[in-house]
């Protein structure tokens, strides 16, 4: 399909190359207070590259452990409250009258105050996890008053507040380094590091050309930082028909207290002292946050760890962080001397000069042309087989991908399984897959169990759901790999751990359980006391379900004999409930 088509068909669907907008905050004179009285040492830092995102906070270390206590940065009211066995895990937000929002994550407990505004919202909805926008019963706070407690809670690895600020009416997450306040807390004078540069052809798209790059590693000589021993460089071997030059940079930065790595605020690339392309993240869009897969080099960063910030950026990438997005150089006026810098939020910088020579004329064969067949990610791509489809919109990828499909009949599935593309490429939103049905199963067969797994390169299964319409399973599935169908018909299967029939619980302070589902995974949990519900919490590291038998739950048991009666449902409506005799 020619360049043309499918620009037209892409741009009805999907707004991009949004520009750079300054946020018109008065960020020297806003004085917030600090979230913790500890030293303020960081483990991670706001626009870091992290899996899929950029990091959109400050990750605060909490010396190791949990129950450090977290103080309101300023007077304001808690507008929303979050418990997940997942993400930020519990967290609470602070609206504030300055147009400013913060928010604390990871967290372990909270005062007394704030966990019965929780509790409430888990008794009304029957459930552990929540994420409710507080209207009523809200908690006016002031500016330093205890809020909650630190912790590991939720995608946490090691215990550490997740500290953001947002503005409050976009949502957009504000770099709180931006703020004097908190630059003169938290102190650097450490320059950002440099490791490699490299080079890429590209299609005028900003499509990274497959086999066109090359990578210099960089060099600190007596504090300047260089690349091919200051020679200049010929990139002849990359010039490919119908391309252009792009360069990325593996830059990144640590901060004077800790060894971690982090983010680099800003960086800039000038030819012949004309800037050609500027990055600065200040602010981050959640809606857009995951096209940092669009913005480093994936394959960089999937294979060899190595965070490449891309100075040229593709037709499909909406990300609001470059202030100057000129970066696709035509390989005619690629010759010249190029000076890189990057810079931290403290104005630490480096820099980085080199020189290009110009490439020889030959241009060789650009492999999208070739007799390999592509899908490119500003088209709307069908593909449509007997019994295996796809329906993907603009902008779900990143990069063309090429077209693998391998269907595969011997396997012990209810259909054989289909593979499109690789799993590792990653994938921005949902697309449609349909499988069709098998035609002989037998008249009784439960078609509405049937889902689609997509399986990963070492052979696990995930279920991804799926509907039934006539003859076929569909679902918005994210990711490419190998697919197929399966039934679900089995429903969950619950296991006390600490009690059983008849058992005397006294002493006891919680009662725990397994819940295990054998494949579309455990969606719904209930327990009831006495047949009153009663909380009953994922322990996710642990893969327990505690039910805590505290000062809600223990009024509710009688002297001698009582019930706890558990309900547990899959992703396809096979329900379990479970009932036991306990003695208190
Ligand atoms: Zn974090």
Redesign the pocket.
């Known amino acids: 399909m020619s360049h043309l088509i499918r620009l037209f068909i892409f741009l009805p669907l999907i707004s991009f190359g949004q520009s750079y907008e300054p946020k018109s905050i008065n960020f020297d004179e806003i004085d917030l207070a600090a979230p913790m009285s500890i030293p303020l040492i960081l483990s991670?830092n706001f626009g870091e590259m992290r899996g899929n995102h950029f990091?959109?906070?400050?990750?605060i270390k909490t010396e190791g452990v949990v129950g450090k206590k977290i103080f309101a940065i300023e007077d304001g009211y808690i507008s929303r409250v979050r418990i997940s066995p997942w993400g930020y895990g519990k967290a609470i937000y602070i609206d504030h009258p300055n147009g400013l929002t913060s928010l604390y994550?990871?967290l372990s407990r909270f005062p007394a105050a704030v966990d019965s505004i929780i509790y409430a919202q888990q008794k009304k909805q029957e459930s552990h996890t929540i994420d409710e926008i507080v209207l009523t019963d809200s908690i006016f706070v002031k500016k330093g008053d205890l809020i909650a407690f630190s912790g590991n809670s939720g995608s946490?690895y090691a215990p550490?507040l997740?500290?953001?600020i947002r503005e409050t009416v976009t949502e957009h997450a504000l770099n709180p380094l931006l703020f004097n306040c908190y630059r003169k807390m938290i102190s650097d004078k450490r320059p950002p590091r440099l490791s490699g540069v490299k080079f890429y052809a590209i299609t005028p798209e900003g499509y990274m050309i497959p086999g066109k790059t090359k990578y210099f590693s960089c060099q600190e000589k007596a504090g300047k930082w260089v690349i091919n021993n200051n020679q200049p460089i010929d990139l002849s071997s990359l010039v490919t028909e119908n391309s252009k030059l792009g360069i990325g940079f593996h830059t990144t930065d640590k901060l004077d207290a800790a060894n971690n790595v982090c983010g680099v605020h800003h960086t800039t690339l000038l030819k012949d002292d004309i800037q050609k392309h500027e990055q600065q993240i200040d602010y981050i869009d959640f809606e857009h946050n995951r096209f940092l897969n669009s913005h480093q080099d994936y394959w960089a960063f999937k294979q060899e760890k190595k965070n490449i910030h891309k100075h040229f950026s593709t037709i499909i990438n909406p990300l609001e962080i470059y202030p100057q997005n000129d970066g696709k150089i035509n390989w005619t006026e690629a010759a010249g001397n190029y000076s890189f810098t990057a810079k931290d939020v403290h104005g630490n910088s480096i820099m980085l000069q080199f020189t290009l020579t110009a490439p020889s004329n030959e241009a060789k064969p650009n492999p999208f042309n070739s007799n390999n067949r592509y899908f490119f990610p500003d088209s709307v791509n069908t593909f449509m087989k007997e019994d295996f489809q796809l329906l993907i919109e603009p902008a779900c990828f990143y990069e063309p991908l090429q077209v693998i499909y391998r269907v595969d009949s011997s396997n012990k599935y209810l259909s054989p399984t289909y593979q499109f593309g690789e799993y590792s490429v990653p994938v921005q939103r949902k697309f449609d897959v349909r499988i069709k049905v098998p035609e002989n199963l037998p008249e009784d067969f439960p078609l509405y169990k049937i889902g689609i797994g997509l399986i990963s390169d070492r052979g696990y299964l995930s279920f991804k759901g799926g509907d039934y319409v006539d003859g076929w399973i569909e679902s918005a599935i994210r990711g490419f790999g190998t697919y197929t169908l399966v039934v679900d018909t089995i429903a969950p299967v619950i296991k006390p751990l600490d009690f059983n029939e008849g058992k005397t619980i006294t002493k006891y302070r919680t009662l725990e359980m397994a819940i295990d589902d054998n494949l579309s995974g455990v969606w719904t949990f209930k327990s009831y006391l006495n047949d009153t519900w009663v909380l009953t919490i994922y322990d996710r590291p642990k893969q327990r379900y505690i039910i805590p038998l505290d000062e809600r739950s223990k009024p509710l048991l009688k002297k001698g004999n009582n019930t706890i009666r558990i309900f547990a449902e899959d992703g396809k409506g096979n329900e379990r409930e479970v009932s036991y005799t306990l003695i208190y």
Do not use: N, T
């Open positions: 991670g990091h959109s906070g400050l990750d994550a990871h946490s550490h997740h500290f953001e």
